[in-house]
């Protein structure tokens, strides 16, 4: 959805400062971002705004993002804040992990993972 992306140096909530898109879908889009004040590197996935309208899906949303938080796996993404910007998106902030995409390491290992 066009209208719904973020500019590279948009600012939320007067903290995360959007750097680059990560990747986009059906619900939203995901943007790479930065703490303007600490610096901590975090993606933030952000629900397309006719979605964070409607009540039931906003709330499903936030919950699946903390109840990952509770199963204390290291292969679950970390939930580290949320909120709502002033033109009505819904957003949780995660932590950004670095590497290689699923993707890449499938094809590097000739279509089968290890």
Request: proline fraction near 3%.
């Given at each position: 959805?066009?209208?719904?992306?973020l500019a590279a140096g948009t600012i939320l909530d007067q903290k995360w400062k959007i750097?680059?898109?990560?990747?986009?879908?059906g619900m939203g889009a995901v943007y790479a971002a930065t703490h303007v004040r600490n610096q901590n590197?975090?993606?933030?996935?952000?629900l397309h705004r006719e979605?964070?309208?409607?009540?039931a899906v906003r709330d499903r949303f936030l919950h699946e993002g903390y109840a990952a938080n509770q199963v204390g796996h290291p292969g679950?993404?970390?939930?580290?804040?949320?909120g709502t910007t002033?033109?009505?998106h819904t957003y949780l902030?995660?932590?950004r992990l670095e590497g290689?995409?699923?993707d890449a390491v499938a094809e590097a290992t000739g279509g089968v993972l290890p």
């Open positions: 959805m066009q209208d719904d992306a750097e680059a898109p990560l990747g986009q879908g590197r975090v993606a933030i996935k952000i979605l964070s309208r409607d009540s679950t993404v970390r939930v580290l804040d949320d002033h033109d009505g902030v995660m932590e290689a995409t699923l």
